[in-house]
Every structure is written in C-alpha cells, then in structure tokens.
C-alpha cells in the first residue's frame, strides 16, 4: 500500500503533493493501526486525484489543516501510555538473556546426548552477561536507527540517518567486543547445567509477558 501511495503521489501537483504528504506524516505519527492508516490514505490520494482532475486543490478538499481530515479517526483511538526507554532497555536486555540461556539450555543438551564436551555450554562468565545485556541495547539502538533511515524512494521522511551516532556505536560494539577476550578471564564462572539454563530461559519468557507485554 506505501509503494501504491507513492505511486498516486506522482500524479498530484506540487501544491497537492505537498499538501497531502503532511497528511501521510500526521496520520503516521498517530495510534491509528498501520494497516487502517495505510487503507485511510490510499482513499485520500485517491479523492485528491478525482478532485485535482476538476480543478481543485487540496485546501479546497480537505481544509486548510493537512491534519484536519483524518482528526476524527486519530481522536477515537485511545492513546497508548509511551513505554520509557529505560523501560525499552531493559526489555531488550532481558529478551538478549532469555536468548543466551535458551540457547545455552539447547546446545548442552545436544552435547550431552551426542555424548560431546558438555563444558563449553555449561559455563558462563559473569562478563558475558553484562555484555550481552548492554551490547544488546546498543545493537537494537543501530538497528532502528539503519531502520529509520530507509525508505521508500520518494516518501516523506521527517528526519534523516545520523551518520555520527552509526560510528558511535560501532565504535562502542567494537570496543566491547576487544574488551571481552580481554577481560572475561578475569571474572568469576558460574557453572550451570542446561537444564537450568532452559529453566531460566522459560522464567525469562514469562517475566517479558506478564511485565512487558500485559496489553
């Protein structure tokens, strides 16, 4: 549906154009459904393109606020309480470790019944965690930012790929990465059978449903 917008976006004047992309970032930006936001908009372009083709501008449509026509729609959806980003990471940092140890849990048991060394998934630095559960906050951070700076050719975007903040925390993965073959001798070794770990694994899915995903 954005490619089929984009799309009838060439086909309006500057003005309408304009115009109607202020629309496209005033519903985007709202806690209408994206699928529903996506189907409201098609049928926008598509009345600003019947009226266009009589002479009409899009003031003449639908007012002279670009976000007055879809008010209606955005207002009867309730609005959603924004999840802090402390909050945010430590959910990721949560969903990292849940990972490591369901991982951990899997590949000790496949090393137990094909009878192979259980040790090396049977042991977890103290590093390791700490690691895993900042490098993933940071690894997240990149991809939504590399996420945010995609799009469709041609689409509003309202801000662009901060390059610097990409060097950043590469230069931070980085860092980390080298830290750890460095340091990760140096702290104490928790011994853990992979059936604990699978039980840890199981206790952190659960924590991120009744904590992080009540709704």
């Known amino acids: 549906m954005i490619k089929q917008n984009n799309l009838l976006r060439e086909q309006m004047t500057p003005f309408n154009r304009s115009y109607y992309e202020d629309m496209i970032l005033a519903m985007r930006a709202s806690n209408v459904d994206a699928v529903r ?8 372009a598509d009345l600003l ?12 449509i639908f007012g002279e606020n670009p976000g007055d026509y879809f008010k209606d729609v955005m207002d009867s959806v309730p609005s959603r309480a924004p999840r802090s980003r402390l909050k945010n990471s430590l959910m990721i940092s949560w969903s990292a470790l849940t990972i490591l140890f369901g991982a951990m849990g899997i590949a000790g048991l ?12 049977g042991q977890l630095s103290i590093f390791t965690l700490v690691i895993v559960g900042a490098g993933s906050v940071v690894l997240v951070e ?27 925390y590469i230069g931070i993965a980085v860092i980390a990465v080298f830290a750890g073959i460095f ?24 924590g991120l449903k009744v904590i992080f995903f009540r709704s």
């Open 37 to 44: 936001a996506e189907e409201l908009l098609l049928e926008a």
């Open 49 to 60: 393109l019947k009226g266009q083709a009589k002479g009409r501008n899009a003031k003449q």
């Open 110 to 121: 496949i090393m137990q019944w094909s009878g192979g060394p259980e040790e090396i998934f």
């Open 142 to 168: 990149l991809l939504m930012k590399w996420m945010a700076s995609l799009a469709e050719d041609d689409s509003p975007k309202p801000k662009t790929f901060d390059i610097k903040g990409l060097g950043l």
């Open 183 to 206: 340091l990760d001798n140096l702290f104490p070794v928790i011994r853990i059978s992979p059936w604990v770990s699978l039980a840890l694994a199981a206790a952190g899915g659960l």
